[in-house]
């Protein structure tokens, strides 16, 4: 007598039989049920690590950008305030000498 793939004999090494026969298809539906998992699983974590990976270089690509703007502006800045402070030296000590020579000459 079969009963959904178990064979109900008298006879206990029969049933031991049959159920290991029942069993090795279940066994291989659970193995390609746990590979196609692990496919699908691999295949997010892929995504996951490519839309990381992406996520991670444009943040680096706007630090790189902000560095370098900040940059060249102080670089602006700094020349700007340069040449301020160079011309403001400069007539300070024109207008210095030319009192000195007025004062001596007066």
Not at 3 to 9: A, D, K, Q, V, Y
Not at 46 to 59: G, L
Not at 74 to 85: G, L, W
Request: glycine residues 2%; without cysteine; hydrophobic residues 75%.
């Amino acid at each position: 007598m079969r009963w959904s793939g178990i064979e109900l004999t008298t006879s206990r090494s029969h049933v031991r039989r049959a159920n290991h026969s029942a069993t090795l298809p279940l066994l291989l539906v659970v193995v390609i049920v746990l590979v196609a998992a692990a496919a699908a699983t691999t295949t997010v974590v892929a995504a996951v690590v490519v839309a990381a990976t992406v996520v991670v270089v444009a943040v680096v690509v706007v630090v790189v950008v902000v560095v370098v703007v900040v940059v060249v502006v102080v670089v602006v800045v700094v020349v700007v305030v340069v040449r301020v402070v160079v011309v403001v030296v400069v007539v300070v000590v024109v207008v210095v000498l030319v009192i000195r020579n007025s004062v001596k000459s007066g």
